[in-house]
C-alpha cells in the first residue's frame, strides 16, 4: 500500500507541557493541578519535576524531529508558565521560553501545532475560586488565549483550544473535584464542563480576531464503542456511551447547544448548569474550522439495567466494570475479537476508520489526528537500541486505517502520534513508553536523560520520507 496521502498531509508527532518539559517552577512558572496531582505519587514513580527536561534540551530534541522529518510537532503551552497565577501577571519568561521553541522549530522547517491547554490548570485558580467551577475561570482562560495569539500568532496558525475536554471533565483528579456526594460533585462537573464551553468558545473567537489566517479546534478523545451483541438494548448502550463521551462535546461545539438527549440528563438529575443571558450567542457564534481527534483503542458495552445496586447516576457504578458514571448502566465488555495492550487499550485499527468517517460526515470539518500510539515497557538494550517492533506494527495499522478513511473521502490533514519521545505518562510515570525516542530515565533515577533513537523513530522517518508509500 498506498499512494493515498496527499503531497501536503501533516505527518507529525505530539506532547503535552507537564509531561514533557520539567522546570516545573523555574523563570517563574507557576504551579498546575497537573504538577500537584503528579507530586501526590512522587514516591511510586517519575512526577512533572523534571520529566523528559524539554525545557533544557528543546534545541537537541528538535534537531531529531527535524532529522525524522516531522512536518508538524503537536505540543501545548503551560498556561502557568506564561501566567503563573492564572489570572494575574504575564511572565516574560514564559513567553521569552515558548518564543525560542517555535523560532527553533520553524528554522528547522517544522510547524508548530500547538494546544492551549493539555490537563494543566494553573493551581492559584483551584485556591482562589476551585478552578472550572467558577465562570471567572472561562475569562481568565480567554485572556490567558489571548496573551498567547498576540504573542506567538504572527508565527503560529494552527491551535487546540483543551485536550481532552470530554475525558477530562470526568476525572476528578484532573478537575479538582473531591466532593464525596456524587450528586453534588456531578452538579459541580456540569457547571465546570459548561465553563469549558464557553471558555472554549471565547478562545476560538479571540484566535479568528486576533490571527490571520489562524485555524483553531478542539482535541477531543474520541471514542467508539461496539455493542456486547446485537440486542437492541445493547446496542443502545454501545450508542449512548459514544453519544455521552464524545459526540455531546462535538456537538455543542458545533450548533452551541446541548443536545437533547444530554440535557435530558442533565434536568433529570437537577444539575442543569447555570448559564448566563448572552452565552448563547457566544457559544453559537464560535466556529471550529478543524477537529483534532486524539485515538488509542475502542470499547464494547453491554446495557446494565439499573437497579437498586446500581441505580441511576450513582457512585456505586463507577467500578471497574462499569466504564460510565453518568446514566450508570454500561458494563465495558472484553472484546474477544481484539487483542489488548498490557495495559488493557483494546488495539483496534478499524475503530480509527470508523471514528474518522463518523466525525468527518457529522460535521463535514477537516479532521487531524492528534494522539495515537502503543504505552508499553521498553528494553533498551546493550548496545543502546530499542527495538520495538509492537509500536512499529501498532502505528502501521492505524496509518493505514488513516489511509483507508481518506479514500473514503474523508477530509483527514494530518497524523500525529503520541509521542514525540518518551515522557511522563499519566499515571504510571516511565514505565509506560510512548515515544520514538527513548529518554534514558527511570521513575526514580534521572541516569542522563540521554536521547536515543528507536527503531520505531527510523521506521516513522521513512514513512515521513515517503509519504507513506512504505507501510
Ligand atoms: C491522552 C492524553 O488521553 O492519553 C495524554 O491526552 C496521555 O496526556 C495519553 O498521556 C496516554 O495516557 P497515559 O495514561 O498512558 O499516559
Sequence with gaps: MNKQFPENFLWGASSS??????????????????????????????????????????????????????????????????????????????????????????????????TLYHFDLPYALVEK???WESRECAFAFERYAKVCFEAFG???KYWQVHNEQNLMIRVDERMNISEEDPLKADRMRAQMDYHMFLA???????????????????AVSSTCTYA?????????????????????????????EYPGYYMRYLKERNIVPVMEEGDKEILKGAKMDYIALNYYRTLCARYLPADEEHPVGSRICRTNEVDFDQYGYFRDEKNPNLTASEYGAQIDPMGLRIVLNEYYQRYRLPLIVTENGLGT???????????????IEYLRGHIEACALAIEDGVELMGYSPWSVMDLLSSHQGFKKRYGFIYVNRDDHDLKGLERIKKDSYYWYKNVIKTNGEVL
Design 228 to 256: 456486547h451483541s446485537n440486542k437492541p438494548e445493547d446496542v443502545w448502550a454501545a450508542k449512548m456511551n459514544d453519544w455521552f463521551k464524545t459526540n455531546y462535546c462535538l456537538d455543542i461545539h458545533f450548533t452551541g
Design 17 to 114: 507541557a507537564f509531561q514533557i518539559e520539567g522546570g516545573w517552577e523555574e523563570d517563574g512558572k507557576g504551579k498546575t493541578v497537573a504538577d500537584f496531582n503528579s507530586f501526590k505519587r512522587s514516591h511510586l514513580q517519575a512526577d512533572s519535576k523534571v520529566a523528559s527536561d524539554f525545557y533544557h534540551r528543546y534545541k537537541e530534541d528538535i534537531a531529531l524531529m527535524k532529522e525524522m522529518g516531522l512536518k508538524i510537532y503537536r505540543f501545548s503551552i503551560s498556561w502557568a508558565r506564561i501566567i503563573p497565577k492564572g489570572d494575574g501577571d504575564i511572565n516574560q519568561k514564559g513567553i521569552d521560553f515558548y518564543n525560542n521553541v517555535i523560532d527553533c522549530m520553524l528554522e528547522h522547517g517544522i510547524i508548530p501545532f500547538i
Design 154 to 156: 504572527d508565527r503560529v
Design 200 to 218: 472554549h468558545a471565547l478562545a476560538v473567537k479571540a484566535c479568528h480576531a486576533i490571527v490571520t489566517d489562524g485555524k483553531i479546534g478542539p
Design 129 to 131: 475560586y476551585n478552578g
Design 377 to 391: 515497557a521498553d528494553v533498551l538494550t546493550e548496545d543502546k537500541k530499542v527495538h520495538d517492533d509492537y509500536r
